[in-house]
Structures are given as C-alpha cells and as structure tokens.
C-alpha cells in the first residue's frame, strides 16, 4: 500500500511539474503542443457505439458517469442517487448523448438549445454577445469520460465530439456554442478546437459547479471548418481533425430517423420524467414557481399533470398558455409577397402548429404582409400556403416572425398530425419493468400516425 500510494503521489507531482513547464511557454507554442496530442483514432473492431441516450438504463448510466466525474473533480457533492440531473435535463430543447464501448456507456455529453429555461451558464456569464449574432445557440455541457478510456488518446473523446459537431450541424438547427469550462483546461477547447474565450468572462465561483471556477468560451460553427482545415488539413490519418470531423463519416454514430424536418428528438416519457425527478432526486421539489409554470406549458397532456410539479391554485397573471401546441422545426422556405414585383425572400421555418408558424428572415417584414409561402417540411415534401405576417418575435436569437396559415394544405395538415401524434404517443409511453431492453424506446415511427396518400402531399 505504501509503494502505492508513494507512486501515486510521484505521479501527481510530475503532473504538477508538467502543467508548471507547459505553462511557461508562449502560448503559440502550448497550442501547437496540444494539437499535436490530437489522436481521433476511435474505438476499433466495432466495440463502438455513438447514440441519442433513449432509455433509462442508457440516461442512468449517463448521469451516474456524470455524477462520479463531478465528484472527483469537486464540481458537485456526491448526491444519494449518485445521479447528476439538472432541471435542463427535463426539456425537450435538451438532447443527451452517449458514447458505448461493448454495450456499456464509457461518455456523455449533453447539448442544451435555447429553450424555457435559457442555458445553465447564463447564472454566470455574459452571453449577449453571441446573442446578439445571427444564428441559434447550443450550450455543450455534462461531459464526461469514463475513468478506463481518459488515458486511450481520443478513441471515445473524439468520436464523442464529432457525434457532437455533426447532430449540432446537421440535426439541432445550432452555429454558436457556448461552454463553461474549468481554467485548468479551457487552454485545450481553445488550441484543439478553437473556441474564443467571452470577452472579460471568468468567474471565480461557478454555483453550476459547485463554486469552481470557470471561464465562458464560444465556437461559430460556420467558421469551424476552415480553422480546422488551416490547422489540420496538412496532418496525416488520425491527425487530421478537419477531415475527420468535416468530411469523415462513422459508421459508429447512430443519427436519430427524422421523416420530418424537426429540430429535436426528446425522449423523456411521463415514466421516465418521473424516475429521474421525482423517485431517484427531488429535482422537481427544488424548482421555482416561475419554472413549474413553464414546464406545464409545454407538457400539456393529461399523462404529465401527475408527474410535474405541482403549481399554486391561482397562476400568476401572464402565465397563460397557448392556445395551440407548436412544434419545432427547421425548415428552408420561400416567401412570395402577394402584390409586390420585390424577389422572393429566403426564411427558416423554427416553429409549426396548425395554423401557423414562427420563421427567421434576414430582410425586415411589416406586421400585416400577406404572401405565398413554399415550404420544405420533409426530403421531397413540400408544402404551399397562403400566410400572413401577425407579429414581430424579436428574439435573443435573432430576428423572427410570426405567420398565421389562411388555409393548410395536405402536406402542412399531414406533418402537424404526424408531430402532434408523436408527442402524444411519448407522453402515454409507458416504462417497461426491465428498462433498457430492445422495447424500452420512445422512438415513435412514422406509421402510428394514419396519412394520408401521397397523391394529396403538394408536389415537389
């Protein structure tokens, strides 16, 4: 024991010793040093496996990786459910994933969207810089590692990240990150990955993390590429982060089926909302007024009343909810201005319901503009509507626009029914008494909702 611990100490002091000479460097030579460690070699012989966590054995193991790596490091106190949840995790705009090693999740990270709650580090941080940008904001946040795979070179952190950068890219409708880092190591998201620290932006008590320190930091997605290109695009093999995270498919990486344009894929059923929130932590009993509220605003089936908090008898005034379900989406579109000679305007469909939805536009729309709109809900399905402008939805995200639709077509009443049918279906999902088995999914499949025939979807 004592050659043990002897060793274990000398170990942690050449650590010290190392982190000490590294930081005496300039640092366009610390960064050159961290990009030579890049090793995005992953997992091999089909041992890997990279998914949306979808079921409780799989968010279990996730959280309970999370709650040990947060311990270690003293970002959290161990929690009796040796579990870290957090109140994002309860929403739809936040997606979890996991990395499996021989069907045991050795990583998680989870991507957190601009939704009710906002982004965990706006507690701390300044981020109305980003916002003030075009395009939607993601917060990357509760990365872990398993202890075993750290010290493998990028064989799970790699794959992990570019799991991360491609469903952000193409699947979550995000080109700013934002994350929170320890100090100790945002010197590496910086070199490795590019991040740019928030200007002025270190706190010295992160009540996130337990009150560690930490400093805020960014990524433009659309800027990506050609950094990694400039910085790797020379290297050979699995040195060259460029092409593996821009051009490199893995065929380890498991994308969630999407027959529509949607822009999330939640997973949580009244079950498992229960499980996590209410049996294994108290996480619901800990929330305020003002985020019960929103949580009932959009749980709104009856299977959810017996498992969100409870809310006061009398709501506070503005807490009124709306009066249709929206669903969220990301759909190109072009909009015609009925009467005017003006070219066609480029927008992004963000929201949907059944009479209208909520669009971004680069070019300035008066409230009362009607016009023709061409819609791309689905690959080859494409929906035409007569719409009108009803208000200005100015947005920490940008610029957005509300529309009421006159008159539905086939193809716009037949993805609302599909979405609206698929949140209907995860909300009555029921656990199974062997969570985690093959069944244990709350994928919903195109089928369960009756269509109509193709030759009523408006042609593309």
């Known amino acids: 024991m004592k050659v043990v611990a002897m060793w274990s100490s000398m170990r942690r002091a050449l650590r010290r010793s190392a982190r000490w000479l590294l930081a005496a460097l300039p640092e366009g030579a610390r960064f050159a040093l961290y990009r030579r460690t890049v090793d995005c070699e992953p997992v091999a012989n089909?041992?890997?496996?990279?998914?949306?966590?979808?079921?409780?054995?799989?968010?279990?193991?996730?959280?309970?990786?999370?709650?040990?790596?947060?311990?270690?490091?003293?970002?959290?106190?161990?929690?009796?459910?040796?579990?870290?949840?957090?109140?994002?995790?309860?929403?739809?705009?936040?997606?979890?994933?996991?990395?499996?090693?021989?069907?045991?999740?050795?990583?998680?990270?989870?991507?957190?969207?601009?939704?009710?709650?906002?982004?965990?580090?706006?507690?701390?941080?300044?981020?109305?810089s980003i916002r003030a940008k075009d395009g939607r904001i993601a917060e990357i946040s509760a990365l872990a590692i398993h202890p075993r795979w750290r010290k493998t070179g990028g064989s799970v952190l790699f794959p992990l990240m570019k799991f991360m950068y491609g469903y952000c890219t193409r699947f979550f409708d995000t080109r700013h990150l934002l994350i929170a880092v320890n100090p100790a190591h945002i010197e590496m998201y910086e070199s490795v990955l590019f991040f740019r620290r928030l200007a002025g932006q270190g706190v010295d008590r992160y009540d996130f993390a337990n009150g560690a320190p930490a400093v805020g930091a960014t990524l433009d997605l659309h800027e990506a590429p050609q950094l990694f290109e400039r910085a790797y695009g020379h290297k050979p093999g699995r040195r060259n982060l460029h092409r593996y995270f821009v051009e490199t498919e893995l065929a380890e990486i498991k994308y969630p089926p999407r027959p529509w344009h949607t822009s999330n894929d939640p997973v949580l059923t009244p079950a498992l909302m229960h499980h996590f929130f209410n049996d294994r932590t108290r996480g619901f009993e800990e929330l305020d007024e003002r985020r019960r509220l929103l949580l009932h605003s959009i749980y709104r089936e009856p299977e959810?009343?017996?498992?969100?908090?409870?809310?006061?008898?009398?709501?506070?005034?503005?807490?009124?909810?709306?009066?249709?379900?929206?669903?969220?989406?990301?759909c190109p579109a072009t909009l015609s201005i009925l009467g005017a000679s003006s070219n066609d305007l480029r927008i992004t469909i963000v929201e949907v319901s059944g009479h209208g939805f909520l669009a971004r536009a680069l070019r300035p729309l008066s409230v009362g503009t009607r016009c023709s709109i061409v819609a791309e809900l689905a690959d080859g399905v494409k929906s035409r509507v007569q719409g009108e402008v009803v208000r200005l939805a100015g947005s920490d995200s940008g610029q957005f626009y509300g529309f009421r639709v006159q008159s539905p077509d086939a193809a716009?009443?037949?993805?609302?029914?599909?979405?609206?049918?698929?949140?209907?279906?995860?909300?009555?999902?029921?656990?199974?008494?062997?969570?985690?088995?093959?069944?244990?999914?709350?994928?919903?499949?195109?089928s369960a909702v009756p269509l109509r025939p193709r030759s009523e979807v408006a042609p593309a």
């Open 46 to 128: 089909g041992r890997l496996e990279l998914k949306i966590a979808d079921t409780q054995a799989e968010l279990d193991a996730c959280f309970a990786l999370l709650h040990n790596a947060y311990v270690a490091s003293g970002f959290m106190r161990p929690h009796p459910s040796g579990l870290r949840v957090t109140p994002y995790h309860a929403l739809p705009t936040t997606t979890t994933l996991c990395a499996k090693v021989d069907g045991q999740v050795v990583g998680t990270l989870s991507i957190v969207r601009d939704g009710i709650f906002g982004f965990p580090m706006q507690s701390a941080f300044d981020i109305s």
């Open 412 to 446: 716009w009443e037949r993805c609302v029914a599909w979405l609206g049918q698929s949140a209907r279906e995860l909300s009555r999902a029921v656990a199974l008494t062997n969570p985690g088995s093959a069944s244990d999914t709350t994928t919903v499949d195109a």
């Open 304 to 330: 959810w009343q017996a498992v969100l908090p409870s809310l006061p008898t009398a709501p506070a005034q503005g807490a009124a909810l709306r009066s249709e379900v929206r669903h969220s989406m990301k």
